[in-house]
């Protein structure tokens, strides 16, 4: 049954015929004994007589046993040690994405988009596992009728460098399709790589071939491809205007400037939407009906309605695009940068000359944050907080602008770096706006915008300020302290063979999180003060957890942390560390809830879920004090103020809730707006000012409430 060359049985399985090869082996289908179709493949005897090889191999085989997930096919069986060495998966009917685009052209826009984000989540699931793919081919994925399988992943990690390129052009993986530090083996090869590829394939599922290609030649010359990938930008003039953000990204020469897989699942599906949206405007039935009498029929753009009433403008949408652990995005640039007056949209009041908001009696209002350059609030990290008596709001480090709190129009604007994608926003702090610039940080004044002096910080990773200093995360693993008035510094505090994963301050001390440079492992904590001295005589480990500690907050005895679950991004405890002697309490959640806790003045912490429970915990106890149903679908970050809690819900209604039992003493009006691809994140916490609250919602608003006498 099988070409002859190969075993009719390896183990328990009886090989029927060929399936296809790879430069490492030769697929077949296979049957157990009971009837079950598996693939076997069989490793070449040229890698198999190498005990080097045959070492890793197991090692792989081990680990990729572990993976599963709806999008891969995972290993079901495997004889590392046998003679040849082999493993068998799941077989998936129904071909390759290279079979499919070699019989009936390249994928419409939208099954692109979907093949996107299915690998996207097929990643999720190896990389969670601690395994990288390395080889994400379209010939490695599989196209079954209820979606994507990802085949062989973790198996070319076995391969050693030397075999990389071979005198006859044969290669480890496929270059069109592989990272250039895997070319070059000039950079560790990590999750990013498989970032990489999976922008390559979605690009070539959307046009027929690689953006290294030239596509003049069938089989061009893998040599010339690599050079291409490691030298030249992709060609993605094919690639349809809904996907050409999300390939772009991904194939960015720096791994360190590539987003990570759940990034890429939210923009995938954001551009299947997209796609979605050019169908339905390209389709007659966009087009409205004609209203008679000769009139020409109108053929603008509609807008489309969603569920619960809410609306998507599908016409000018920019592209939002998701970055970083929690989720940046590119903004719609309405002009070149640095400080700008009030435009007229905005409410006209202001402008830049150091005037004073002009005093008037406030009334509600509400702005469509548009008129402010942010396209969608969750995913541009838009927020506010007070600034004396206005607002200061930030579009993560691109845009930072100053409202006037009686009818939202624009004092001043300062326009930070366009590759500002992600954190740090704004902070205000001694006499000073401090924002991103393109030398690192810079200064303003807080009345009109006019910069003050700037820093030299190019790789600026936080921004946070320590009682009258300042702390800069300039690159993975180091911080600088300058004074706030001037642009002195103090100190450096710096952890070799580290990188920092969060900095959070209370008073004049800060807490620096970090893990180790290589495995990612070992986190832990030191305190220092706002020049950079440590205050403990040693760094202290997190408490040992299977799961991740995210730190939420610190305060003068404690720091806090959630404690997420191994599986799923939900915080199962709250876990306290005295910062005197070091010890832990750990306090058990009755409810799963989301990752955005809040700390009280009192040391208590309040945790919420998406479908409105709150929860309170004496964390310095270990005890849960209440929980409770409030009705606030989607909640917000919440804000503690007062003896109250204050959140929005998915529809923009601000919410009071009593922080003695959870009972909700008020609940406004919905403020829906136009949601748009962060819809299903959370909103910011309100901010509160001289008895108003001022809310961020998801239809990517921002309006104005007075609060009612409670």
């Given at each position: ?517 290589e495995t990612g492992g070992a986190p832990e904590m030191m305190l220092l003060d706002g020049t950079g001295r440590e205050q403990w005589h040693a760094p202290r480990p997190l408490a040992p957890v299977p799961s991740l500690l995210e730190l939420v907050a610190l305060d003068e005895e404690a720091a806090y942390f959630e404690e997420w679950d191994p599986e799923l991004p939900v915080s199962v405890a709250v876990q306290r560390m005295d910062l005197a002697n070091g010890e832990w309490v750990r306090t058990e959640l009755p409810h799963p809830a989301e990752p955005r806790a809040v700390l009280a003045d009192d040391g208590l912490v309040y945790v919420t879920d998406t479908a409105g429970r709150v929860t309170a915990v004496d964390a310095a106890a270990g005890e849960v004090r209440w929980s409770a149903e409030t009705g606030v ?78």
């Open positions: 049954m099988t070409d002859g060359t190969a075993p009719e049985r390896l183990g328990d399985y009886v090989l029927e015929r060929r399936l296809g090869s790879g430069g490492m082996g030769v697929v077949y289908l296979a049957r157990t004994p009971a009837g079950r179709q598996v693939a076997v493949k069989v490793i070449r005897r040229e890698y198999a007589q190498d005990p080097g090889f045959r070492a890793r191999f197991r090692r792989e085989v081990a680990a990729a046993r572990k993976v599963g997930g709806a999008y891969t096919a995972p290993v079901v069986d495997a004889d590392p040690d046998g003679d040849p060495p082999w493993l068998a998966t799941l077989f998936v009917p129904g071909g390759s994405l290279t079979d499919r685009v070699d019989r009936d052209g390249p994928l419409s826009a939208r099954e692109a988009a979907r093949v996107g984000a299915q690998l996207a989540e097929a990643l999720r699931d190896i990389h969670g596992r601690g395994l990288v793919h390395r080889d994400l081919k379209p010939g490695n994925v599989l196209l079954a009728e209820d979606g994507v399988r990802v085949i062989d992943f973790g198996i070319s990690r076995a391969l050693t460098d030397s075999h990389r390129l071979t005198e006859t052009g044969a290669v480890l993986g496929s270059p069109p399709f592989m990272a250039p530090e895997q070319l070059t083996g000039g950079a560790e090869v990590t999750q990013a790589a498989d970032v990489f590829a999976l922008g390559a394939v979605v690009a070539y599922a959307a046009t027929g071939h690689s953006p290294f290609e030239t596509g003049e030649v069938p089989g061009p010359d893998p040599l010339a491809v690599a050079y291409r990938v490691v030298h030249e930008e992709p060609v993605l003039d094919a690639v349809p205007e809904p996907l050409r953000e999300l390939v772009g990204l991904c194939l960015a020469k720096d791994p360190r400037q590539r987003p990570d897989v759940v990034t890429v699942l939210r923009m995938a599906a954001w551009a299947d939407s997209r796609a979605q949206a050019g169908e339905v405007r390209a389709s007659p039935v966009w087009r409205a009906p004609g209203t008679g009498g000769g009139a020409e029929e109108d053929t603008a753009p509609r807008p489309v309605r969603r569920r619960g009433g809410r609306r998507l403008a599908l016409a000018g949408v920019a592209v939002a695009v998701l970055l970083a652990a929690g989720a940046g995005a590119r903004l719609l640039w309405m002009d070149d940068g640095g400080t700008a007056p009030a435009s007229p949209g905005a409410g006209g009041a202001g402008g830049a000359g150091g005037a004073a908001p002009e005093e008037r009696a406030p009334e509600p209002w509400e702005l469509d944050l548009r008129d402010v350059g942010v396209q969608d609030a969750p995913t541009d990290g838009f927020s506010c907080r007070p600034l004396a008596a206005e607002l200061l709001c930030a579009a993560w480090g691109v845009r930072t602008v100053v409202l006037n709190p009686a009818d939202g129009a624009e004092s001043w604007r300062y326009n930070g770096p366009r590759t500002s994608l992600g954190p740090p926003a704004a902070i205000a702090a001694g006499g000073a706006v401090f924002a991103r610039s393109e030398k690192g940080v810079i200064a303003l004044d807080p009345a009109d915008g006019a910069e003050l002096w700037q820093l030299d910080a190019p790789e600026l990773r936080d921004l946070v300020a320590v009682g009258d200093r300042l702390a800069l995360q300039n690159g993975d693993s180091t911080v600088r302290f300058y004074a706030q008035e001037t642009p002195e510094r103090l100190g450096t505090w710096e952890v070799p063979g580290r990188y920092l994963t969060d900095l959070r301050a209370h008073g004049d001390r800060l807490l620096a999180v970090s893990r180790d440079e679908s989607g909640a917000s970050e919440p804000l503690v103020a007062d003896g109250r809690l204050y959140l929005s819900d998915q529809e923009g209604r601000l919410s009071v809730v009593d922080t003695a039992d959870g009972g909700t003493l008020w609940t406004g009006p919905a403020h829906p707006g136009t949601p748009g691809l962060g819809s299903d994140a959370w909103a910011p916490a309100p901010v509160l000012l001289d008895g108003w609250a001022y809310v961020v919602t998801l239809g990517n608003t921002l309006y104005a409430v007075r609060l009612p006498e409670l």
